[in-house]
């Protein structure tokens, strides 16, 4: 039994359950309920998710529990979950869909290339930028969610954050093969 592993999964599995709470809300099964606490729901269901990730990977490092499927599990993990967060909020009309497709496009693109970088046998493990940056949407999603003011803000810096740390794995990863 592998806790990181089973961390992950938590998060995989709560990540459809903000969706639903965030694009469900004018749903027959929430009649009667303000938005604003489903709101807060999502948010509770996205913090939880969100601390997952921090334990998760803490307890591997600081236990040595790193496994193969972790390694593949968590930033699966990660992606569904700013993946929820940030389609769900685009579809609310709580967030530009210009910055979510630029998220979205440049996580698929890193995710690619690192899976190529390790069938070739290249390590390009998350960099200190890649954390403040997944740091920072995280933060994004929560003020968006409640609709708190600044959220609009931290989204743009999240993207800026995210292209910035994509260009320093995409010039790591052509510094590894000799480009």
Known sequence: MN????????????SPLMF???????????EGIDKTWLNYFALMVFIIASMTDFFDG???????????????????????????????LMIIGSASAWAIFL????????????????????????????KVKTFV???????????????ELLLWIAVALTLYSGYEYVKEYFQKVGF
């Open 3 to 14: 806790i990181p592993n089973i961390l992950a999964t938590i998060r995989l599995l709560l």
């Open 20 to 30: 639903f709470l965030l694009v469900n809300q004018d749903a027959t099964i929430f």
């Open 58 to 88: 803490y307890i591997a490092r600081t236990f040595d529990q790193i496994t193969n499927l972790g390694s593949i599990l968590d930033p699966l993990a990660d992606k569904m979950l700013t993946l929820a967060g940030f389609l769900g």
């Open 103 to 130: 998220i979205l496009s440049r996580e698929l693109f890193i995710t690619g290339l690192r899976v190529s970088a390790v069938s070739e046998g290249i390590d390009i493990s998350a960099s200190w930028m890649g």
């Open 137 to 151: 949407q995280m933060f994004a999603i929560g003020f968006l969610i409640m609709g708190w003011s600044g959220g």
